[in-house]
């Protein structure tokens, strides 16, 4: 059996992993068109503090790690899929056939239509290259402008205040976070990072980039600021552009069923790259964190090895931490047609708590500064438990659901 896995991240190492024990006999090669061993995206904000060397990036530390579980590490990238004749066409010239495909390939960052990106001193924050580049132009002191306040900008932001740099952020939306946060939570993240330092614009955007000695961004607004970097944080694309023409049904990602399978049988998808069907919910949606990658990895490498395992519902759930003020949302927590929601607000002390119910059922959560029992939340909404007349006591007081939990939880057991 011969198992090509396109993208080398963490889906792509844990999926190979998995087949090797699984699949003894077969021959599995990693494909991945950087340079460096396979490493992980997570891990670059840590390199870019100090925090770490380059090698703490990398998935595997022993050098002969991949040689002793016969991966074959293939650095060259993907250009076409012929299922038909299942071969893969690169851009070396070569060819590589197989008879179970993995698409691990992951997302790209988006470049806007942005005059001026192509100069010097403009940035992407995505690769060890990048990250490379950055810091030789990112010095102590610096004036960085940075595109983009979303979960992956704000981690980056983190990085760039540790570095001791003047950092702007412009961010198109209405808050911060826009699309994990309440605009009421967005807003006080906001708070936090002007409170930290961080000049932080809302609700505009760049029109163009030059260069007048340092970098100059023209607003749409009419103004401008003056930077010694910048970096581009504006969003992400699924990297899928290979599968055209292979039959390969794709929609934001590559859809795929319960068995990580797509369209065309025999070829599998996992990681951020990978549109998943969520039980939870009924919709496909792709569920962008490390933790929910490598378990697709694992179901698909299954699969792949002839067995029958099926995801299982998958909640949608991010956490983040902002210079230490750790916000997490939960489920559907923009909350559902005809539901019911509450939050509780304390600017001064920086918490914050949104629950959303449909029916007697919580099914989405949003929250700031409120770590302890944070748990609690995702057994609530992923145990899909009914709370009974705990629920109007919710929406009166909605701090009290550590003991919705217990009394429901404990009683349905």
């Given at each position: 059996m011969k198992h090509v896995i396109v993208g080398n991240g963490p889906a792509g190492v844990v999926a190979a992993e998995a087949l090797r024990k699984l699949d003894p006999a077969s021959e599995i090669a990693l494909v991945g068109d950087e340079p460096e061993p396979p490493y992980s995206r997570m891990a670059l904000p840590y390199l870019m503090m100090g925090h770490i060397a380059e090698s703490g990036t990398y998935l595997r530390k022993a050098p002969d790690h991949y040689r002793r579980h016969r991966i074959d590490l293939v650095r060259d990238r993907v250009e076409a899929v012929d299922p038909g004749a299942r071969r893969l066409r690169l851009a070396s010239g070569g060819t590589l056939e197989f008879d179970r495909m993995l698409v691990a390939t992951g997302v790209r960052p988006v470049r806007p239509p942005i005059p001026g990106l192509e100069l010097p001193g403009v940035h992407f924050c995505w690769s060890l290259g990048d990250v490379r580049s950055l810091l030789a132009d990112a010095k102590p002191g610096a004036r960085v402008l940075q595109l983009g306040a979303g979960f992956i900008g704000c981690i980056i932001m983190e990085a760039l205040v540790m570095r001791g740099l003047a950092l702007t952020i412009v961010e198109m939306g209405d808050r911060m976070v826009p699309r994990m946060m309440t605009?009421?939570?967005?807003?006080?993240?906001?708070?936090?990072?002007?409170?930290?330092?961080?000049?932080?614009?809302?609700?505009?955007?760049?029109?163009?980039?030059?260069?007048?000695?340092?970098?100059?961004?023209?607003?749409?607004?009419?103004?401008?600021?003056?930077?010694?970097?910048?970096?581009?944080?504006?969003?992400?694309?699924?990297?899928?552009?290979?599968?055209?023409?292979?039959?390969?049904?794709?929609?934001?990602?590559?859809?795929?069923?319960?068995?990580?399978?797509?369209?065309?049988?025999?070829?599998?998808?996992?990681?951020?790259?990978?549109?998943?069907?969520?039980?939870?919910?009924?919709?496909?949606?792709?569920?962008?964190?490390?933790?929910?990658?490598?378990?697709?990895?694992?179901?698909?490498?299954?699969?792949?090895?002839?067995?029958?395992?099926?995801?299982?519902?998958?909640?949608?759930?991010?956490?983040?931490?902002?210079?230490?003020?750790?916000?997490?949302?939960?489920?559907?927590?923009?909350?559902?047609?005809?539901?019911?929601?509450?939050?509780?607000?304390?600017?001064?002390?920086?918490?914050?708590?949104?629950?959303?119910?449909?029916?007697?059922?919580?099914?989405?959560?949003?929250?700031?500064?409120?770590?302890?029992?944070?748990?609690?939340?995702?057994?609530?909404?992923?145990?899909?438990?009914?709370?009974?007349?705990?629920?109007?006591?919710?929406?009166?007081?909605?701090?009290?659901?550590?003991?919705?939990?217990?009394?429901?939880?404990?009683?349905?057991?």
């Open positions: 605009p009421i939570a967005g807003g006080m993240i906001r708070d936090w990072c002007e409170e930290k330092g961080v000049r932080v614009l809302l609700g505009e955007r760049i029109a163009s980039i030059r260069r007048e000695g340092a970098l100059v961004a023209e607003l749409a607004s009419g103004g401008r600021v003056e930077a010694d970097v910048v970096i581009v944080s504006a969003g992400v694309r699924a990297n899928t552009e290979f599968l055209q023409g292979s039959g390969v049904e794709c929609a934001a990602g590559v859809l795929v069923d319960e068995a990580m399978q797509s369209s065309v049988p025999g070829i599998y998808a996992a990681g951020d790259v990978a549109e998943a069907f969520n039980q939870a919910t009924g919709e496909h949606a792709i569920n962008a964190v490390q933790p929910a990658a490598v378990d697709q990895a694992r179901i698909a490498a299954a699969n792949m090895a002839g067995r029958r395992v099926t995801t299982r519902p998958e909640l949608t759930l991010n956490v983040l931490d902002t210079m230490g003020l750790i916000s997490a949302s939960f489920g559907r927590w923009w909350g559902v047609p005809g539901g019911r929601g509450v939050e509780l607000v304390d600017r001064p002390a920086y918490r914050y708590l949104s629950l959303q119910l449909d029916g007697d059922r919580l099914v989405g959560a949003t929250s700031i500064g409120l770590t302890e029992h944070i748990g609690v939340l995702r057994g609530l909404i992923e145990g899909r438990i009914a709370l009974g007349p705990w629920a109007e006591r919710l929406l009166a007081e909605p701090l009290r659901f550590p003991e919705a939990y217990l009394a429901r939880a404990q009683g349905a057991a």
